[in-house]
Every structure is written in structure tokens, then in C-alpha cells.
């Protein structure tokens, strides 16, 4: 799917005229990195959630489920490290008065010099045959000279971010002459530090009102309430507590639609264990969720494993699951065994114990911590790209279709009857009303009913169930399937059986 730009306009047109994603405040403009979730988009995102949290808490009997406020105490965001160190680098262009991450403008130029290498490699493949790709890539002269530069520069660059070497940072894109790309110019400020959280004021006095954050991530919400969770639930060490909740970033370069928002969603589980079992517990969660993510039958290769090999201090292994997204790989969702690092920093900023008593060993000690942190919207977005398709039928018509995973599905079955006349409304009706009780349906009676089956492609339903004038004779319907338009009748008695064994 990589760097498919003109792919991922339709996809984002898609999900505005069918009814999944809104621009927020459109009638005022917009408003940057925002989005609304509209009548179709709000079910497959709860459908999305639900199929996380049924996976994490309903099957896991030693994961139970919170739910936090977004308010929290200030000095929660000290402990964590937030208020120092949740910051991106960024950058300003005189000319064009635009605002950028220089992380980002960096890795952007290193992504064109490895776009360079793909196209080498493309030409390659298709001039020889047969074609050795990784002996190309290390005796091709070019290709060897354009990835020795990629190496020097992310080395550098890692050291500097690591360092806060902002000056160096700047030097940096000087040096590699990066140009604005809405100015073209090179007329760069300074790079400045930029603490990505949204701080508010609460109190209803201005003077007395305390400083709080809309909190960046659910994560926090769950270690302050590690203590009364383990204790009113009688938790026993291994044991999990999920959440999923809203977070709050000031991004400063939110595009890519809803890749990279200012307000998204997260699915968070911090997961306990004994100080020592923590590695053997990544490894399990590493695979979990990659299994989770196959089990929407979503192709293999559009997910990899990017293992992290520079740590954050307080990580003793961390990896991201990413996915191919219509601009390339990139993180869906993060994995990292976070030792007791966030424990141990509540226990010295509040002062309260937060141990854990194991009747086992006999000991007292601080739970080490597993995670896996995924984005609701990126989740959203993952399988959005993955479904939509536009084909092209044998009449020569175009089909445009999003092949969800059929438990993910707004709309579940559409029931039509094929005349708005002669009792069939009726008998649609009837339908209606059983299969409703079980499955979200929508019933439509308007235009033929090749645009109706369509406008169901259009928005993902698997199942089309079609009332004819043979169905006041014979007590059948014909239910129609999204992805191959097979046709076949089914008796009404059995057919709320028929559609609930496929789901
Ligand atoms: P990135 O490097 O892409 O900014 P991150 O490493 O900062 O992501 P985490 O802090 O690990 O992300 O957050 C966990 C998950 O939350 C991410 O894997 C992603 O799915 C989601 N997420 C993070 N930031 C955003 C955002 N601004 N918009 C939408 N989803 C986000």
C-alpha cells in the first residue's frame, strides 16, 4: 500500500460522503487535527473497542477494566515525566511562517533518499531476471553510497535527539540544505522545545485556579489507581487493568488525517508482574496482539514488528506493531515493558506506598509493567484502508466496496424489500424488527435495488437481505454477500440463525 497518495485522498473523501468521518466544526472552517465521528463511523469505532476490550478483559479473567477521569492531579504529570520531558523539537520557517517538528523535517529527508533506493532497486528488478535484491543492494554502487548516508545521518540525528542537541539539530537541517516545503526557503528560527500538553485552568477563581492537563495519555490514570483496583478486586500478581478513554495532544504537525490527531482515543492495559517475569510477559503480549490483529483476517503483511533498539530510561524492552498504511508503515499500536519506573515515581511524588503483598514469596515489592497502548483512530483508519476497494465489475461498472471484517461492520444486514408495494414493506418490516433485536440493520426501500446493494458496498454490509414477490409464497429471502455478490434464498424461520452463525 506504501505511498499511495492518491489512494488515501479517496479513502478520506470515502469516509466524508458515506458517513464515517466529518472535519470537526466544518461549517466553521474546521478545525486542525480534529475529527467528528459520524452515523456509520461512531458504530465501527464501538465496534472496534468492543472487540479490544472483549479480547483484553471479558476472555482475560485476571484483566479488569477502568474507567478514569481525563482530570487529573497536576503532580501526576510531574511523576510521570510529562511536565519536563513530553516534548517534540520544533521549528519555524520565516518565509512561510509555518510551524514543523525537525525531527520530522530530518526523517523526511531520509525517507526521499530511501525512496531513491526503492526506485534503483524497482529498475533493477525489472532489467534482470533472474534478480538477487540483497546482493543488488550491497554491491550496487549507488544504492550502497545512498544507505552509508542514511546510516551517518540517523546516527547523528538519533544522538542529538537523545542529547536535546538542539543546536546541533539545526545545524543539522542546514547542512542537508531541507527547504520549507510551502516556501522553499531555507530561512529557518531557531529549534525550540514544545511541550505537547493541553493545560487548562480549574477553580473558578482565576487567581487561586490550579494548572491541569487533558491527560496525553490513559496510561497514568491506570498506575494511580493500581492500589485500589488490586485491593477492592482482590488482584493477584500476574493481573491486567485496561482502559479506554480520550488523550489529549498538541501536535504540532497533525496531518495524515486521523493518523496523528490533537484529541484521539487510546486502548491502554498495563499488565503487573513479578520483578523478573517481565520479560517473558513482553514477549506473551508481543504476541497476543499480534494475533489479535490477524484475527480480523486482515493479510499478514501488512503488519510488522519494529523492535526498539534505543530504549527510553525507564524501558527494559519496548517494540511497536506497525501497519501498512496508505503512506507507508507506520506505528499502530506500542508495546513496552516499563519496569517499575512509573509505580516507583508515584510512590516518591505522592508518598503513598504502592506495593504489592505476594502471599506466595512472602515479599513486598513494586510490580514491574507490561503495556500495550494502541490508538482507537489509527486502529480506525488500519482497517478503513485495508477494506476499501474499488473495482471494476464484468459489465464494465465500478464497484466501490469497503470489505470490512464482518464483525467490525456498521451495518450488519440491510433489509430491502424489492418494492415499496403488494405487502412487502410489511413483511420487511416484520424482519426488521426480529433480526434488530440481535444485529444492527438497516432497512431501505428507496431506488432500485442495484443501488441500494451499492450503497450498502459502499459502507461495508456484509449481508443484504432482499424480500421479493416468490417470499409471500415460498417464506424465503434472498440474502446477497458483499464480497463475492453471491446470491441464495434462505427460509425467514432461519434466517436470524443463518446471520448470527456468520458473525
Ligand atoms: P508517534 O511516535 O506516532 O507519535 P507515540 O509513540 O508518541 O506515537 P504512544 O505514546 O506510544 O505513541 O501512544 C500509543 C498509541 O496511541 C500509538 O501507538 C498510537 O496508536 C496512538 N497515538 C499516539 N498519538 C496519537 C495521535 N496524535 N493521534 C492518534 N493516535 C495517536
Known sequence: MANN???FKQIISHAKEYGFIFPSSEIYDGLAAV?????YGVELKNNIKNYWWKSMVQFNENIVGIDSAIFMHPTIWKASGHVDAFNDPLIDNKDSKKRYRA????EDYLKKIEDKIDKEVEKAAKKFSPFDEQLFRS????VVEYAKKIETITQRFSQMLNDEDLVGLKALIEELEITCPISGSRNWTDVRQFNLMFATQIGSVADGADTVYLRPETAQGIFVNFLNVYKTGRMKIPFGIAQIGKAFRNEIVARQFIFRMREFEQMEMQFFVRPGEELKCFKYWKEERMKWHLS????????RFHDHE???HYANAATDIEFDFPFGFKELEGIHSRTDYDLSQHEKFSGKKLRYFDHETNENYIPYVVETSIGVDRMFLAVLSNAFNSEILEDGSERVVLRLPAKLAPIKAAILPLVKKDGLPEIAREIMDVLKQDLMCQYDDKDAIGRRYRRQDAIGTPFCITIDHQTKEDHCVTIRERDSMQQ???SIDTLKGTLINKF
Open 103 to 106: 525531527d520530522v523535517l530530518i
Open 35 to 39: 475529527y467528528d465521528y459520524a452515523q
Open 296 to 303: 480480523l483476517g486482515i493479510a499478514p503483511e501488512h503488519y
Open 5 to 7: 497518495e492518491n489512494l
Open 310 to 312: 534505543k530504549l527510553a
Open 139 to 142: 554491491t550496487n554502487p549507488r
Open 488 to 490: 441464495y434464498r434462505v
